[in-house]
C-alpha cells in the first residue's frame, strides 16, 4: 500500500475584480478542511489565483501582464505556503506565470510537505486563438497570452510515488498521458477552467462537455494506468459559466469519486499507488505490448496528411 490521501479542493467562481488576498484566503480554508479530512496532498485548479482572464480581449498584451506572477512564491501566496508547511500538507495549482527573461506560460506547479517547489509544468496544449474573434460567442485568448510550454511532460519522484502534471485542455490529447506512462507515472494531476458553452457550436452545452471531460480523464487514467485527478474552477464568472466536473479516476479509469455542484468544495479520496501495478504489469505493460516501428506518424506528422 503506498496510499496518497489526497484532496481535490475546487475553487468556485473568481470574479474580474476579486483580488488574490481573497482568493488565497478561499483557498487556505480549502487546505484546513482538507487536512480535518486527513488529506497530505490537495490539487487545486488551474490559473487558480485570479478570474479566467484569457476570456478577455486586451489590445495591448503588456495590459494582461497585471495577472501574471512575477516571482513564485509571491507576496499573495506566501500565506498559502505558510500553511502548507503548518499542515505538512503538498500542493500543487496553476497560475499565470511571467519569468524574469519576459515569457508568458500557463504554469503549474508541484510543491512538497516542506513548501519547496519541486516541479513545474508549462501548459502545451493551448487551446482558443490569437487575435479577437468576432464569430465567437465569447473569447478564449490562450494563444494570445501564453507561449506553448517548453518543459515537456516531465514526472517527479514525490509523496512516495511518481507524480506528473497537465493542465487542462491537455487532458483532451492522449500524447499528454501517454509521455508520462512513458516514465512510469503513477498519478496525473490537473487543474482545468471550462466554460460550458462551446464558442462554435452553440448546441453543445454543458453535459456535452461534462462527458468530454470524463471521458478524456478516464482513457487517460485507463491506458496509462495511473490515478487522475481532475479539479475545476467553476461557476459564473462575469457572466461566463465554467462547468464543474471535479473528479478523482482510478487506474482502471473508473472515477472514485465526483464532486457536485459549483461552489469551493473538496473531495477527498486515499489514492493507492499499488493499484496502478495491475495496468501496468498486464494490458498495458508497454515494453510487452507497444509497436514503436508502427507509431511514426504520432511525431513525424503535426496535422493530417490525406491518402492520395
Ligand atoms: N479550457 C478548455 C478545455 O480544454 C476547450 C478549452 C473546451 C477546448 C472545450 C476544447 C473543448 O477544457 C482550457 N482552459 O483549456
Redesign the pocket.
Known sequence: MRVIRTAAAQLGPIQRSEDRASVIARMIALMDAAKAEGADFIVYP??VLTT?F?RWYLEDRRDADAWFEATMPSAASAPLFARARTHGMAMTFGYAELTPEGQHF?TSILVDKSGAIVGKYR?I????HVDYDPGRTHQ?L?KRYFEPGDLGFPVWRALGGILGMC???D??WPETYRVMGLQGVEMVTLG????SV?SQRGGEGLEQ?LF??RLSCQAGAYQNATWVVAVAKAGDEDGHHLTGGTLIVDPNGFIVAELVGEADGIIVHSCDLDETRFGKETIFDFARHRRVEHYGRITAQTGVVLPD
Open positions: 488551474e490559473l479566467f484569457p500557463n501548459k496544449h493551448l487551446p482558443g478564449h490562450e493542465i487542462c485542455n487532458r483532451r482545468f477552467n471550462t466554460p462551446n462537455r468530454h471531460h
